[in-house]
């Protein structure tokens, strides 16, 4: 596998997480525009990757194969996870 194979590889791994977190902080700031208005998109997207990153490792670990339902579940769970404590602390 050349680097170039290796890069997309482990960048299709976390896109699903990075695109489901930026849609997550974009819908949450929507619709508790209020409420939230001290976080930052960012800060919100940013934390929701992180969350998501995490636990897609930890469904590779646990399942040893990528895509499968329980890691996608724990992904989301992951996400929302983060962005749920963020909202509690501000």
Do not use: E
């Amino acid at each position: 596998m050349s680097p170039l194979d290796a890069f997309w590889h482990i960048a299709n791994l976390f896109l699903p997480a990075w695109a489901v977190a930026a849609l997550l902080a974009c819908a949450v700031k929507l619709l508790w525009r209020r409420d939230l208005a001290a976080l930052t998109w960012r800060r919100l997207a940013l934390w929701g990757a992180a969350g998501g990153s995490v636990a897609v490792i930890a469904a590779l670990v646990i399942t040893g194969h990528d895509g499968k339902m329980i890691g996608y579940g724990l992904m989301l769970a992951g996400i929302s996870l983060a962005q749920w404590l963020l909202m509690i602390r501000r």
